[in-house]
């Protein structure tokens, strides 16, 4: 069943293109967001980030990826984990403007790692 496992590679990868989620849905974080369009900002990022902490595992078993890069990767993926904290909480807020904020935030983080895995 490695094909999961890819696809959802994959979908980082691709996600690691885009400029912020919050273009996703014509705007920016300082826009009027609904909370349904934030939910679905975060629902994408935590899809990422998941996407991300495969290829990062898999990068790390083949030897892609290894000493100050893995260390630096693994700060990255910390970094979207801890952003992916704060929009969760901002989730339970219902506060749509901080949780496209902190989604921004582990986007970039996710962009940055999948950008040093390919290297």
Do not use: R, W
Request: net charge negative.
């Amino acid at each position: 069943m490695k094909l999961l496992p890819l696809a959802a590679v994959l979908g980082a990868l691709a996600l690691g293109g885009c400029a912020t989620f919050t273009t996703l849905f014509g705007g920016s974080a300082a826009s009027a967001a609904t909370l349904t369009d934030a939910e679905k900002a975060l629902t994408v990022a935590h899809l990422a980030y998941q996407g991300a902490g495969v290829a990062l595992e898999q990068a790390a078993q083949s030897g892609a990826l290894t000493g100050d890069n893995a260390a630096k990767a693994e700060t990255l993926y910390d970094k979207a984990g801890a952003a992916l904290d704060v929009a969760d909480a901002a989730d339970e807020a219902a506060n749509a403007s901080d949780i496209l904020s902190a989604v921004a935030d582990a986007e970039t983080a996710i962009s940055s790692l999948n950008a040093l895995i390919k290297t």
